[in-house]
């Protein structure tokens, strides 16, 4: 797993999110009306075939936690993950990028991610 802490080129670990796993729970439920679609399970095991993956998250948000996790849980799975986490970013910092520099700076770094990832896959194609 790659864990890139934008702005001080330091790595970042959290010790907790702010939101308890109740309250976690319960928010699920109203998105999935109690189902237990094992599509909706982030415990990725190793075998598994899975995609590489980036997680952008900011660290001034509620959920820096769970991504920093579900970005080791794919590491252990034997997936690629990159994980950027950017200074002083609220949570879908991205959608204001006429106000926040580093919302365009967020989508750049998606954009290289998916071009690297395709490049990849077609030489691998081929």
């Known amino acids: 797993m790659t864990v890139h802490q934008y702005g001080s080129g330091q790595s970042v670990r959290h010790s907790g999110s702010t939101a308890t796993v109740a309250r976690a729970r319960a928010v699920v439920d109203l998105y999935t009306d109690g189902s237990a679609d094992p599509r909706l399970d982030l415990r990725p095991t190793c075998g598994m075939t899975l995609p590489p993956r980036l997680i952008q998250v900011g660290d001034a948000q509620f ?3 769970d991504s920093i996790e579900l970005a080791d849980r794919l590491d252990r799975a034997g997936a690629r993950c990159e994980l ?3 200074p002083d970013q609220m949570h879908v910092f991205h959608a204001l990028a006429a106000l926040i520099p ?3 700076s967020a989508y750049r770094a998606a954009a290289l991610f998916i071009t690297t990832n ?3 896959a077609a030489t691998l194609a081929v």
Do not use: G, M
Request: charged share 35%.
């Open 84 to 86: 950027q986490v950017w």
């Open 102 to 104: 580093e919302s365009r």
């Open 63 to 65: 959920l820096t936690a």
């Open 118 to 120: 395709l490049d990849r």
